[in-house]
């Protein structure tokens, strides 16, 4: 792996009380979806028929065969805990562990557990013990219970050893769809909140990877950072892909260029450019056609004014709607 890699595995369970728990969870690597835990029958769907081959493998397969003795063992404890902390039903237990495994070969791990929406407890890797998050009596049985020889060895294992062989074989599987590149599809066109603004959209979407850099250029120049500038965050489109837009203020008929610069890995070197045509179709129409008119109107007052003082003939006539035409469709 070249790049920062982020597995991380996110749980949710919900206890409705003393006899009930929905379980829930799901893995990610990067922002990638890995596979699913169904609350149904905590079975595991995979997302990517490449992530099962990578979860057979090492202590994730161990981990994986007995996932269900866990899962029962995890909400016995809980509810065992809240009772001796007088916990009123129901609350929700969230979990959040995994590690980030970097292009030198480092690693990074992490393991927090909150309840109903607050930080709970967390555990330091390098001091090898639980933090609690709160002061609570809850918080406090907590770290207790989990601070053991057992536990703390497993966990530290675990989180540094086994999550990172995860992602080498989840990368390695994967390697074809986690690398996968889509080129950003990008329009620029124009709003008129008022007759003196013109707002300059610039809307890319469609792209994978996520990071991407777009910016405006006035007269081939980078439009810098300022009040007149304003980019969206960059939002998730429902196929894996992503989409933002920035909008540049400018006052109408200003007289410079603009274009919207979209750079993004799938491009490689170049970049896309996409100017703003400055003929927006609706206000050029509008005044052609007051021209028209004022042009007709004049016309039919010249020829009145022509034929009352010379003999008729129908060529000016004709000369004046061929004008008109012309003036239709320049
Ligand atoms: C516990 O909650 C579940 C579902 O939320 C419900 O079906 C069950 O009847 C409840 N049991 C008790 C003892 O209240
Ligand atoms: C678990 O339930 C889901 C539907 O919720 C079903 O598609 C799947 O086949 C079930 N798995 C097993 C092992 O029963
Ligand atoms: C490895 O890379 C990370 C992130 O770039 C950095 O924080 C860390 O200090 C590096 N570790 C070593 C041993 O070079």
């Given amino acids: 792996t070249t790049q920062t890699q982020v597995f991380q595995l996110l749980q949710t369970s919900s206890f409705t009380n003393i006899s009930s728990a929905e379980v829930s969870g799901v893995a990610f690597l990067g922002d990638v979806p890995i596979y699913t835990l169904d609350p149904a029958n905590w079975s595991i769907h995979f997302h990517r028929p490449w992530a099962s081959q990578a979860a057979a493998e090492g202590d994730i397969g161990k981990i994986k065969s007995h996932s269900k003795l866990f899962l029962r063992s995890m909400v016995r404890f809980v509810h065992e805990t809240a009772q001796q902390a007088q916990l009123d039903y129901p609350f929700v237990v969230q979990v959040r562990v995994g590690c980030v495994l970097y292009p030198n070969r480092t690693s990074w791990s992490f393991m927090d557990v909150g309840v ?197 003939s129908s060529a000016d006539l004709t000369l004046g709607i061929v004008l008109g035409q012309d003036l239709l469709h320049s």
């Fill in 116 to 312: 109903s929406g607050r930080d709970l407890i967390t555990f330091e890797m390098e001091r090898q013990r639980w933090k609690p998050q709160q002061s609570s009596l809850l918080a406090e049985l907590v770290s207790k219970s989990l601070t053991n020889k057992a536990i703390i060895g497993l966990l530290e294992h675990l989180l540094s050893i086994s999550c990172q062989s995860h992602i080498l074989s989840l990368c390695r599987y994967g390697r074809a769809d986690l690398e996968r590149q889509v080129p950003p599809v990008a329009v620029v066109f124009a709003r008129t909140p008022s007759p003196a603004q013109l707002l300059l959209v610039c809307r890319v979407t469609g792209f994978y990877p996520r990071p991407i850099s777009v910016a405006w250029l006035r007269d081939g120049q980078e439009v810098p950072p300022g009040p007149a500038l304003s980019t969206s965050a960059i939002l998730p489109n429902a196929d894996l892909t992503y989409q933002l837009r920035s909008i540049l203020a400018v006052t109408p008929h200003d007289g410079h260029s603009y274009a919207c610069r979209v750079r993004h890995r799938s491009l490689g070197s170049r970049s896309l450019l996409i100017p703003w045509e400055n003929h927006s179709a609706a206000p050029t129409v509008g005044i052609a056609i007051v021209v028209l008119v004022l042009v007709a109107t004049a016309s039919a007052v010249g020829f009145w004014w022509w034929k009352r003082s010379h003999s008729g």
